[in-house]
């Protein structure tokens, strides 16, 4: 925004969306998912955070995931670049169901966590007390996300058309472990 560059957010949690438009109140924002929503001409496109990782629908998610790369390859300027990062196999040892938790002054998250590895997939449940007032303020999500290894996704931005980078940190912030970030340009 800074640099003068319009945005547009798209997220498929409206609660996310809120509170981007809040951060972000030039830019424009809308909620959906990215593998429907129309991509505009664009010079640079990012997805941070495991964004792809999740299975949010029920159609083979590895034909969704290379439609996308080529969607964004034709939506980008040539030059143009496409960041972002994933989750691979291995977060969590077979057969292991990992618990841990956080905590802060006024909120602790319970996190359950367990691998497919057959068929990649990680499930984590996570449940939040927040502090209201006098009482404490329970909430649940289950997130399942489908785990890609680094080199078959920098194999499909290629095919789609990318020169591709993979990295293990965004310049000195390292990523969690078994995660890989990609810079993907399109030639010039
Ligand atoms: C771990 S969060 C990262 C959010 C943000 N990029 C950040 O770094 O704070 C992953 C986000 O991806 C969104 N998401 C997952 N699948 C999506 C999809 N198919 N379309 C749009 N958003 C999606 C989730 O709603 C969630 O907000």
Redesign the pocket.
Known sequence: MKANYRVLG????EA?IRIARRRAPRAEFRA??????DIPPCNAVT????????L??SKNHKQTLVGLFRRIYRALVPGGVFIFDIAEPGQVTHGIKMRGFSEGEYWVVVLEKEEDPERAVLTRRITSFRKVGEHYRRSDELHRQRLYKAADVAGQLRKAGFRVRTMRSYGEHPLPKNHAAFIARKPT
Do not use: T
């Open positions: 798209i997220d498929i949690s996310m959906g998912s990215f593998f429907e929503a997805s941070i955070s495991e964004c792809l990782n999740y949010v629908h």
